[in-house]
Structures are given as C-alpha cells and as structure tokens.
C-alpha cells in the first residue's frame, strides 16, 4: 500500500460515456424490438450488449490495476463494500415489486373475483361463474388450461443445488482467509458447476411447463408471476455465475491475498442474495 | 392572500350552486345527505387552515417586521425550548384526531349502501356511459338500459377550430357546453339509489359533484356508491379519470323526478322493450318463412 | 470512521483540459455537479414549454390550438419531464455540489459511478423524448401510466417505459454514492449529529430513491409485459388487476414525492439560519422530522386511490396514516418560524425564496390535509383542486427552494455576486405570477373541473384564463432567472468573499470562492462553534 490514508480519486475515464452509450443502445434496440421492428430492433439490441460488455471489462480492468498497484486504501475499500451493499438492496426492492404482485393476487384479486368480501358485487355482475382457486389463470381462464410444476421434483433439486452453492462458496472463503489456494479454486469452481447446473434445471423446466404442462407466460396470473420471478431470478442466476467465473479466474491469477480481496467477497454476498431469493420462491411461488 | 378567499369563500358558501358557476369559488353543496356531510367536512377543514396559517404566517410577519437587521436587531443564540415543540408536535395531532373523526363517521355511512330501493348498472366506454336499471322496490327491471353520449351541439362546437362559440351551446338559458347528453340518466327523488359501476375498456371515474361522490369504473371490477337525491333537478357530472382523447367529453347529466314520475317513464320504458322486442321476432319469423315461399 | 482524506492522485490536480476531457469523462464532483444543474435547467425550460401548451389550449374554452390526444401528450411529458428532469437532477446537482464541501470531503466517494450517473440522464431524455416523434405519439396515458389506458396507446410507451429504466439506474447510482459519501467520507470529527441539515436531508433521500425506483421498474416492466408479452398482472380476466397497478405504482409515486421535498427542506434549513443570523431552532428535531416523514411515506401510498373502491378499513388507514404526515411537517414549519424568530433578518433572494417557500409549501401541505381526508377527497380527487395542491409543494415548493440554494450557492460557484436587483425582480415576478398561476386552480377544482381535460364548460372560462396568464408570465419569468445566472457567471465583476455571506456558518465557507477543483485535499478541522446550525452540544 504506496500511500495509506490517501483518497483516491480517479482522474478522467471514458468508460462511463461508453457505459451510457452502451445502455442507451440496448434500450432504444430493444423498443424497436418488442415493437416488431425487429429488422433494426433485434441487431441494435445486441450491438448495446456488445457495447456494454467491453465497458464492463475495461472499467473492471483499470479497477483491478489500481487495485493491484496498491490505490486503494482501507477507506476506498469502505465505500466500495457500501456501494455493494446498497446495489443489493435495489435488487432486493426490484424483486420485492414482483412478489407483491404474487401476495396481492393470491390474497386479493383473486379471491375478489371469486367472490370473497370485498368481491361480492364483481363476482355477481361479471364472474358469477368463477370460483377463485390458487393456482388460477383467472375467470377467462386465459392461456387455456394449465397444471403446475410440483415442488418436488426440480425445484427441490434446486433448492438443494443452491443452497449446496452458498456452502462450497463460504468454504470458497475460508480457504481464501487461510491462503489455501488449491482449495479455494476447488470449492470456487464447485459453486460456478452447481450454478450451471441449477440453470440447466431451470431450463429444461421452463421447456417442460412449455411443452407438456400447457403453463406460459400468458397463463393468467399464475402463468405472468411464475415466470416473471423465475425468469428474473434467472437472470441473476446467470450473472451470478458469470461473476464466479470472472472470480475465479482471478483467484487463479493470484489478484487476491488473505486480507484484501474484496472482489471475491462482493460476489459472495451477490450469490447468496440470489439464494435467500430462490428460497423466497420455493416456498412461494412452488410449495404454497 | 388567505383572507381574501376566506372573505369571498364565505360569500359563495351560501350560495354554493348545484351546476358550476361563472367565478365560482366553493365546493358545489349538492343535493343528496351524503353531499351535505362532505360539504360540511370540507369547511372544517377549511377554516382550520385558514386558522393555523393565520397563526403561523402572522408570527412569520410579525419577526420579519420586529427582527430585521436594518431595524438593528441583535440576534438571540438560542437554539432549543423542548416545551415549545412538545406542544406543537401535540397540538396538531388533536387537531388532526378533530378531523379524522367526522371524516371517518361520514365515510362509514357513505359505505353504507344496503337497504337501497333502485340499483342502477353504470358502465364507461371510451367515450361514453351506459346506463342499466337493475331493480327497482326490489323487483328486476325488464331490460331497460340506454347509451349516453355528448350532445350534438356541444360534440359539433368541441371540434378543433370548429369556429363555433362554446358560449352559444346553451339549453333554456343554461350554456352547458360539454356538460350536456343525448339521453339523460332519469332517478327518482327521495329514493335511496345504489349505483353499481364498471367500466368496459379502460377506467372511467363516475362523478356527479351535486350526488357527493366520485367511484372509479374499472374493467372486470365493480364497485359501488348511493345517493338519495332530495331534490328534483338536472345535475351535472364528468367522467373523472384519464380514459383517453375524449376523456374530456363523455359528460353525465342526471334528471331527478319525482318517483311518481320516474315509475311512468320506467314503464314506458319496459313497454318500449317488450315491444320492440316482439317487433323484432316477428322480424325473425317472416325471414325464417321466406325460403319456403 | 474516516481516518484520513488527504488526495491522492495520477498526474494533474489542476482542471483537465479540453471539453471531452473535463466534462464527458469528468470524475470531479463540482462539474459533473454542474453538468447536473445545467441539464436540471434545460428540462426545466423544455417541460415548462409543453406546459405553456397546455395553459394556451386552456386559454378558453373551446379547442384551438392541439388535438385532444396531443394535449395528453403534452400533460403526460410535461410531468415526465418536470419530475424526472427538472426537479430531481436539480436536487443531486446541488448535492454533488455542496455535499463534500459540507462534510469536508476530498469529492465523493465513487468519482466514476458519480460520471456515469450523469450522463445516463440525457440518454434515457434523448429515448424518452424521441418518443414524441413516433407515428404513435408519446406516451398519453398520464404520468402515472394506468393500465388499461397506458397499454392501449401506440408504440411510445415502450421507449417511455426503457428511459424510465434508465433513469432509475441513475438515480441508484447517484443515491449509493451519495449515502457511500455522507457515510465514509466526513472529515474527521463531523459527526453525524453535526452535518448540516442539507446533508442529513440527502442520506435519508438517497435511502427512499434507493428502496423506491427499483419498485417503480418493476411496475414499468409489467406493464411492458402486459403490452407486449400476454402477462397478466393487470388484466382481472386473467386473474390480476387494473388497481394492483396502482398500488405497486404508488409505492413508489408517494415516496417519490416526498424524494421532491426533502431535499428542498434541507436547502431552507440551510437559508434561513444564515439569514437570520441565529442558529436553526431545534436542530435535532428537524432532522428526527426528516426521519419520520420517510417512514411514513412508506405507508400512506392508497391515498392516491380513495375512489378505487378499496375496502373500508383500507381507506381509513390510508387517511389516518396521510394525516400523520402533518406532524413532522409541521414541526419543521415551525422550527423554521421559530429560527426567525428574535434573529436580526435581512432580505437577500434567496432568503425571499426560502420565505415564498415556508408560506406556499404550508399552503400546499394545507391542500393536502383537506386531500388526505377520505370523504372530501371523493369531491377532490382527480380535479385542478389536487393539480393546485400539487403545484404549490412542487413549484413553490421544490422549484423555490433549487432557485434559493442557486442564489444562496452561486458566488461560490462561480466566484461572483450575482445581481442582487436582477435576483429581487425574478423573485418579485415569479411569486407574484406562480399564485396567479395557481391559486385560481383551487377554485376551479372545487367548482368540479376535472384535470387532464383539453377543453371545458364555459363556467370555468374566468379562472382559466386567468391561471393562463399567471402561467405565462412565470414562465416569461423564469428567462431572468437565466439572465441572473449569465450574468453571474461571465459578466458580474463583484468577487465572492469565501464567507460570501456574513450569517453563514459551516465548512462549505471555509473555502475559497470559486471553491477550489479538488475540495479539501486536507481533511479540515471541525469547529462545533462554526457549525450551520451552531453546537448541538447544548
Ligand atoms: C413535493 C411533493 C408533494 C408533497 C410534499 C405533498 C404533500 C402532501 N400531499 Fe400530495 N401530492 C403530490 C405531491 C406532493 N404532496 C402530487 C404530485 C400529487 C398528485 C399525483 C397525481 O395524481 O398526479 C399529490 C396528491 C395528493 C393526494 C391525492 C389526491 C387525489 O388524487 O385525490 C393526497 C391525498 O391525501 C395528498 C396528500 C398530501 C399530504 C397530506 C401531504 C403532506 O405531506 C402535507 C404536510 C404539510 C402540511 C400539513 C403543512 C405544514 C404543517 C403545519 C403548519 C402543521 C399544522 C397543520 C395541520 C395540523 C393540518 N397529495
Ligand atoms: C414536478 C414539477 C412540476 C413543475 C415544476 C410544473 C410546472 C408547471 N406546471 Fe405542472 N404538472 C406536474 C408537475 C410539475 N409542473 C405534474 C406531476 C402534473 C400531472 C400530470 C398528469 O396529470 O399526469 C402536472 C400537470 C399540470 C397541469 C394539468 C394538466 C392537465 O391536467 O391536463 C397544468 C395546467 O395548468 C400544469 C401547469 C404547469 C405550469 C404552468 C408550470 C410552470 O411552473 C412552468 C414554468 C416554466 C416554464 C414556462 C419554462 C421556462 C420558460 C420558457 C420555456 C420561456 C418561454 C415561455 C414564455 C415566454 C411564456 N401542470
Ligand atoms: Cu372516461 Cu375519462
Ligand atoms: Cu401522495
């Protein structure tokens, strides 16, 4: 550590402007897509991925340079695990919205058009003949009918898988604190493989619900909650993995010492955040 | 500023209008028991913010008058006195439980829609309501339900440079400009009507201001309000929720009559149905009997 | 916590040259503060446009100007625009500003993340905007974008919802390096219980952006999904529910309000000590205050829905929860009368504005009372009585207090005195206009002229006109306020004192005027006695 006690304060970098370019590409690709415009939509769309990609990786790099050259102090440290930890937070909100939506239609809106309390008049006036049930895809049963995935088979498996992920990760840790390199890429790797594996699951349940269960996106509410959390959750999921691999590769080059690693740790907490997530959804959205 | 609407707002209260008024200032006072309770509780709560800005924009004038610099005032260096904010953080909080408690017994009975003797069906369209009578002293009406839409003065006027005078639209010396409909929704006096509300595409709000209140008309939902009109009348209302380009031109125009009255014109109506009913399977028929002539 | 903040840094530590160098890859928090408030002021100007469409088409009755469709354009971007653009960047610009000058902070704690906020904004206005063009149109649905309605228009919902998206990244980000600054970047000795009230106002912001605009994409996104993917989150055919929209909206919507106010009472709390020349009164109470408002934002948001048709109990919590508000609202009100109080007041601008405020905020807070209770509010709702209500906290409100803190902060910007006869006609001409503008909208709701409404009966022709012209001439007014700042900045030859003015306490005046590049390179001494709002201790 050159300088204890110095802040530092980055001079200039293009990576921000290359960052907004980057999102702004994405979404504008992506408005035309959803739009069907898809001759422009689709390509712009993934030209702003690519563009957001190579500001990720270069940011990334001139952080990790500085960090190596020794930048940083204890007080940088501070501010970057707060900057985490509140990112976390917003994740946590993000999900919150969604799973509000999943409690106040099972508790309210359906029960409501089935006629319950608050419900009697819609019920007698527009869906007398609905009866409010949970799983439901509403009294226009749109989507067509539908059966749920049952919580024991894949779920359960992923379940396990995660959770088997936050403990090789916190082992992952431990290795690290104690500078045994060897089993710290083991139990590293392990987590990226359980990862992979809970997203191939995720996957072919997806085609299963698809294929033979009849159950969609566009199976009512139960179908638009299921797969919005799922889907989202997933997409953590995959990022998740992703940072565990960048992780790891780092590890393997050796950027983190017994002390200071705080890359290592970010990504820690971002896993196990998606974890406490997918036990939210287990019991919400598969058991109950 | 405040003194002044207190001086005119007092003038107008009296003579609160049941159809909006050229500069008028005050809530519309109404015509059912509920609209009366809201108007009453609107002036409490008035005339408490007019009190408490009284109290506290005068002591704001009062410092900025005594303790300016160019009078020489010194500053004090006091920052604290834990009693003066004890007592007006509690001050508030009886004022607030003043007006929480009329409110609260006004809402529990505008709740309160049982016993109704006339349930109306009302549904919004983009842009226009439609009306159903449902039931009336407890026996269902047979089919009589009708489209309400923009009169046509108004409608050719409202049209982008149409060069037509908004204040020419005027029915018996009323200029109702887009307050004004085809084919007015017809109650009772002195019967307690209970309102079922839904809307068919988007959400409409059903607002008549003389009735004392505003319920939401949206799709796949139903929600419902009453009013017992005490006295005969045309009242005026809009649609009160954004639902679109001519959410500003799907007015509500209620005709209060007599029950006498309304009994008459609800028959005719019935017959109207019936008739036209007939009229119509005897239309059936003779298409049906044609190919074999 | 801190301990230390001597700067550390590559090669310069005098200001970049060259525009792409400075501002595009800015890291330092005063420009990139700038570039904020500059941006605030052009969304500022571009709203207020689409709102003197809206006051000319309401001229009178009768259309003359647009197609009803494109007045609701105009009223859903006008909104759009002025929150999103104006009102909050305003806000952030000013804490980029003033924040680590007041804590005694090299800069803020995430220099890159602090650029990258910013220049996501003209990005995500450049999509938005765009939408205008569309063969659609804008998004017309209102700024709250109620389904069925917002899903039923064309295809500029879909940018609408993706700069929506965008700003929300940007607002995270700012508030994560706000709260990493206020919390680990103070010079040591500031505690927290002696940062001034503006910062305080900021932490607890920064905290409700953060647990408020990733709600309100989740929103978005199911609304886009509902359009464009067969969901169902808002259609009761399949099982859901136009109204849950309005709950998880809401949940954000009202906090967001108050995300609007905040930081406008911190600003005043900073003005009218230092014009009074005595210490805020109660200084702990108003930040307690501050506390209490953001908790109860949290749970007050069905006041927004009274005539939903929620259940009975649902409403009365809702109405009891609102009124609450009044309380710590009501003690900052009167800490601030209080702070006046036996003070030896003088009348520069921004102490005309932070005064404009307490008066027309309160009235505004008044409005809102009478809203809050459930039965009127059935009269009330959806009327240019809540557009009043509205108004005053937002315009008096929000907009008074950013044109205060310019006057009160800009000598030490810029380095010079502005204009103190330029400032006193801007402000004499925007209070005297902004009640003319709005006042009369209060009469006008209460004699039942609904909002969002191009055309009108003519019963409501007087106040109209009469609100039109108070809106043009607030407008026309604002230009000075753009003539002052001009002025200010490359005309006025007054240098700045780094006191700049006498009754002014706190470390932000410890530094030269214009405020150096790099803040303080040196971690200052804290002086209780200096303080804003003097020692805490006793
Ligand atoms: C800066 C933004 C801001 C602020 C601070 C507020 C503050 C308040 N608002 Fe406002 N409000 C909006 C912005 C804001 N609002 C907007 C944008 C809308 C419309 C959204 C839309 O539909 O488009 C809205 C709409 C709105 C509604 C819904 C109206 C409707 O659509 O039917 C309600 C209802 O309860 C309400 C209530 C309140 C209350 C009780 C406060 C309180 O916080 C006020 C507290 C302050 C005071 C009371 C004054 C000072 C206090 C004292 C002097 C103490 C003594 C006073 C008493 C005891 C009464 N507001
Ligand atoms: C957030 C802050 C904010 C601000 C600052 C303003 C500022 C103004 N608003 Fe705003 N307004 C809202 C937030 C805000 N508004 C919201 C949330 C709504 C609800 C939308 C909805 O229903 O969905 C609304 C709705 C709304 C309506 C109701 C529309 C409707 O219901 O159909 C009206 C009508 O008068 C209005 C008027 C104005 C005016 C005249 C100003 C003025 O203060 C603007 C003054 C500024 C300028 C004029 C720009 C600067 C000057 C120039 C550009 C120079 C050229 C001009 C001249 C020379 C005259 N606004
Ligand atoms: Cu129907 Cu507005
Ligand atoms: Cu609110």
């Known amino acids: 550590m050159a300088q204890q006690g110095a802040y530092y304060v980055p001079h200039g970098s293009k990576w921000p402007i290359i960052g907004s370019v980057g999102l702004f ?104 003949d609905f009866s409010a049930t949970w799983p439901s895809n509403g009294p226009a049963n749109v989507g067509g009918a539908f059966q749920t995935m049952s919580p024991w088979g894949i779920p359960l498996l992923n379940t ?129 | ?196 509300v839904t809307g068919e595409d988007v959400i409409h709000s059903w607002w008549v201001p003389t009735l004392g209140f505003k319920t939401d008309a949206i799709p796949g939902i139903v929600n419902d309000a009453w009013a017992t009109i005490e006295k005969p009348g045309i009242y005026r209302g809009q649609c009160a929720e954004l639902c679109g380009q001519d959410h500003g031109f799907m007015p509500i125009v209620v005709k209060a009559v007599s029950p006498a009255e309304f009994e008459q014109w609800l028959a005719a109506q019935e017959d109207a149905t019936r008739l036209d009913r007939a009229a119509r399977t005897a239309q059936a028929d003779t298409t049906t009997a044609q190919p074999r002539g | 916590m801190s301990n230390a903040a001597a700067i550390h840094h590559d090669e310069h530590h005098d200001t970049p040259k060259g525009f792409f160098n400075r501002w595009v890859c800015s890291t330092n928090h005063k420009d990139i503060g700038t570039m904020y408030l500059v941006f605030s002021l052009t969304m500022f100007f571009i709203g207020g446009s689409f709102a003197m469409v809206i006051r000319a088409e309401l001229f009178e ?67 938005m905007l765009s939408s205008l063009f569309l063969p659609g149109g804008a998004p017309a649905g209102g700024w709250t974008m109620y389904p069925p309605l917002s899903i039923q228009g064309g295809d500029g919902i879909a940018y609408a919802i993706f700069a929506i998206h965008l700003m929300g990244i940007s607002s995270i980000m700012g508030s994560i390096n706000i709260i990493a600054t206020i919390l680990n970047m103070r010079a040591p000795g500031m505690d927290l219980l002696k940062m001034p009230v503006f910062v305080w106002s900021w932490l607890i912001t920064a905290f409700l952006l953060i647990a408020v605009m990733p709600v309100l994409a989740g929103a978005v996104t199911m609304l886009l999904t509902d359009k464009y ?38 600003i005043i709390s900073e003005i009218i000590p230092t014009f009074s020349r005595k210490p805020i009164f109660g200084y702990k109470a108003m930040v307690y205050a501050l506390a209490c408002i953001a908790f109860l934002s949290f749970i007050v948001w069905a006041h927004h829905m009274f005539t939903v048709g929620m259940p009975l109990g649902g409403e009365l919590f809702f109405m009891y929860a609102t009124m609450l508000i009044a309380i710590p609202t009501g003690v900052k009100v009167f800490n601030w009368v209080t702070t006046m109080w036996r003070g030896s007041i003088s009348f520069e601008t921004p102490m005309l504005f932070a005064i404009a405020f307490v008066v027309l905020f309160t009235i505004g807070g008044f409005s809102g009372v009478m809203l809050a209770m459930v039965p009127a509010d059935f009269q009330y709702q959806d009327t240019y009585f809540v557009v009043a209500h509205f108004h005053y906290v937002l315009v008096t409100g929000a907009a008074f207090a950013i044109m205060g803190a310019v006057y009160y902060w800009i000598p030490k910007w810029s380095g010079h005195m502005y204009s103190e006869r330029l400032g006193k006609i801007h402000f004499w001409c925007s209070v005297i206009a902004v009640n003319v503008l709005f006042f009369p909208q209060h009469f006008l709701g209460l004699a039942g002229m609904p909002r969002r409404i191009p055309d009108y009966n003519v019963a409501f022709a007087d106040f109209n006109m009469i609100s039109s012209i108070g809106g043009f001439a607030f407008g026309a007014s604002q230009l000075l306020f753009v003539a002052m700042i001009v002025h200010c900045v490359y005309k006025s030859r007054q240098k700045a004192t780094s006191q700049v003015w006498d009754g002014a306490h706190g470390l932000e005046w410890t530094l030269p005027s214009p405020a150096p590049f790099h803040s303080f390179t040196v971690p200052p001494l804290i002086d209780d006695s200096k303080l804003a709002h003097g020692d805490v201790s006793h």
């Open chain 1, 25 to 128: 590409t994405t979404m504008f690709g992506a408005a035309h897509w959803v739009n069907d415009s898809y001759r422009i939509g689709k390509p712009v769309f993934f030209a702003g991925i690519a563009v957001l990609l190579f500001m990720l990786f270069g940011w990334f790099r001139s952080v990790i340079q500085e960090s190596l050259a020794g930048h940083y102090n204890r007080q940088v440290d501070v501010s970057f695990r707060m900057g985490m930890m509140w990112f976390i937070f917003s994740e946590v909100m993000f999900f919150a919205a969604f799973f509000g939506a999943l409690f106040y239609a099972r508790s309210l809106s359906v029960p409501w058009l089935g006629g319950e309390g608050h419900g009697v008049l819609t019920h007698h006036y527009l869906w007398d």
């Open chain 1, 160 to 288: 396990l898988l995660l959770l088997s992920s936050g403990i090789t990760i916190t082992i992952a840790h431990h290795a690290l604190k104690a500078g045994h390199r060897s089993r710290l890429l083991v139990f590293l790797g392990l987590t990226v493989l359980l990862g992979a594996v809970f997203l191939g699951f995720q996957v072919h349940e997806y085609r299963e619900a698809y294929e033979h269960f009849n159950l969609t996106l566009n199976s009512g509410i139960y179908g638009s909650t299921f797969f919005m959390l799922t889907g989202f959750h997933g997409l953590h999921v995959t990022l998740g993995t992703i940072m565990l691999i960048v992780i790891w590769l780092r590890c393997a080059r050796g950027h983190f010492d017994k002390t200071n690693h705080f890359g290592f740790e970010a990504v820690a907490w971002y896993w196990h955040f998606v974890d406490v997530v997918w036990v939210g959804l287990f019991l919400f959205v598969y058991v109950l």
């Open chain 2, 1 to 196: 500023m405040i003194a002044g609407v207190l001086a005119t707002t007092l003038a107008w209260a009296s003579s609160a209008a049941a159809n909006p008024e050229p500069w008028q200032l005050n809530l519309t006072r109404g015509v059912t028991p509920t609209s009366e309770e809201v108007y009453q509780l609107h002036m409490l709560a008035f005339w408490v913010c007019v009190v408490i800005g009284v109290v506290v924009f005068g002591a704001m004038i009062v410092a900025m008058v005594r303790f300016r610099r160019s009078k020489g005032a010194i500053a004090e260096t006091w920052s604290h006195n834990t009693k003066l904010e004890v007592v007006w953080t509690v001050v508030p909080v009886l004022i607030l439980i003043g007006l929480a408690w009329p409110a609260t017994h006004v809402l529990m009975h505008m709740a309160d829609t049982s016993h109704s003797e006339l349930t109306v069906k009302v549904s919004g369209y983009q842009w226009k309501w439609r009306y159903d009578y449902v039931e009336y002293q407890g026996k269902t009406v047979d089919k009589v339900g009708f489209i309400s839409k923009l009169a046509a003065d108004s409608d050719r006027t409202r049209q982008l440079d149409s060069g037509l005078d908004p204040w020419d639209v005027k029915q018996n010396g009323y200029p109702d400009y887009l307050l004004n409909v085809d084919k007015p929704l017809v109650l009772p006096t002195g019967v307690k009507i209970r309102f079922v």
């Open chain 3, 61 to 127: 009755p009768g259309l003359q100007l647009v197609q009803p469709y494109f007045f609701n354009e105009m009223t859903t971007m006008h909104a759009l625009v002025m929150i999103f653009g104006a009102i909050m960047p305003a806000f952030v610009g000013l804490g980029n500003w003033m924040i680590p000058m007041m804590i005694g902070a090299p800069d803020m704690a995430l220099p890159r993340m602090n650029n990258w906020s910013f220049w996501i904004m003209p990005f995500a206005f450049a999509l």
């Open chain 3, 229 to 266: 993917f067969g969901t169902s989150f808002f259609n009761a055919a399949g099982g859901g529910d136009p109204v849950m929209y309005q709950h998880i909206f809401w949940f954000f919507g009202h906090p967001e309000v108050y995300i609007m106010i905040l930081p406008a009472f911190g």
